[in-house]
Nanobody, 115 residues
Framework: QVQLVESGGGLVQPGGSLRLSCAAS????????MGWYRQAPGSQRELVAT???????NYVDSVKGRFSVSRDNAKNTVYLQMNSLKPEDTAVYYCNTRIWGSYYWGQGTQVTVSA
């Protein structure tokens, strides 16, 4: 059974940094692409960043140059380093993967950027 567990969220001031982690189990982690999504109150869930098994990354324009996605296959963990955080980055952040046409989600971790 695939499980994804996010951690690392919290309250941070504008301009600050956070690193989110997503620990995966029940899957051959190294061969699958991983994604980070976020959902703000009253908004649709949006894709923030993806990281393929070969290391290719993609980012939504609003986070380019500020966020960085990485993975540690030995730890079955994907990370989202978030720098220069803005109030508009406030959201619940989810990690995601797709295996044989099925999508898997973690429970999410809250990130709040506020003075």
């Amino acid at each position: 059974q695939v499980q994804l567990v996010e951690s690392g969220g919290g309250l941070v001031q504008p301009g600050g940094s956070l690193r989110l982690s997503c620990a995966a189990s029940g899957m051959l982690f190294s061969i699958y692409s991983m994604g980070w999504y976020r959902q703000a109150p009253g908004s649709q869930r949006e894709l923030v960043a993806t990281l393929s098994s070969d290391g290719t990354t993609n980012y939504v324009d609003s986070v380019k140059g500020r966020f960085s996605v990485s993975r540690d296959n030995a730890k079955n963990t994907v990370y989202l380093q978030m720098n220069s955080l803005k109030p508009e980055d406030t959201a619940v952040y989810y990690c995601n993967t797709r295996i044989w046409g099925s999508y898997y989600w973690g429970q999410g971790t809250q990130v709040t950027v506020s003075a």
